[in-house]
């Protein structure tokens, strides 16, 4: 089992930034890709942003590509995302995610690819 703890959200003015973390607990040795979704009330689970468990090659939603930046250190079990030029429409909860998948075929941005979810922070961006 891996338990995984968001935090960082909160409320922040259009154009600021925030960033969230994600610890992480448990049979960390074994996960791979970690990820952050996003959902709005009534809307879909959106993805954001995943990383390996090298951190090399992140890969990253269009609509916050150039403005979030993902990150992990594996020595403190904890993964990142940087948000910056925050736009209303970025108001959400985010979720972090993690996969024990090692597979050549992992998609990204596909929630059912990952095993375990933290419970979320809410992030809300005012105009």
């Known amino acids: 089992q891996v338990q995984l703890v968001e935090s960082g959200g909160g409320l922040v003015q259009a154009g600021g930034s925030l960033r969230l973390s994600c610890a992480a607990s448990g049979r960390t040795s074994s996960t791979n890709v970690m990820g952050w979704f996003r959902q709005d009330p009534g809307k879909e689970r959106e993805f954001v942003a995943s990383?390996?468990?090298?951190?090399?090659?992140?890969y990253y939603a269009d609509s916050v590509k150039d403005r979030f930046t993902i990150s992990r250190d594996n020595a403190k079990n904890t993964m990142y995302l940087q948000m910056s030029s925050l736009r209303p429409e970025d108001t959400a909860e985010y979720y972090c995610?993690?996969?024990?998948?090692?597979?050549?075929?992992?998609?990204?941005?596909?929630?059912?690819?990952?095993?375990?979810w933290g419970q979320g922070t809410q992030v809300t961006v005012s105009s």
């Open positions: 990383i390996p468990q090298t951190g090399l090659i992140p």
């Open positions: 995610a993690a996969s024990l998948l090692h597979i050549t075929t992992f998609d990204y941005a596909n929630s059912a690819y990952y095993d375990y």
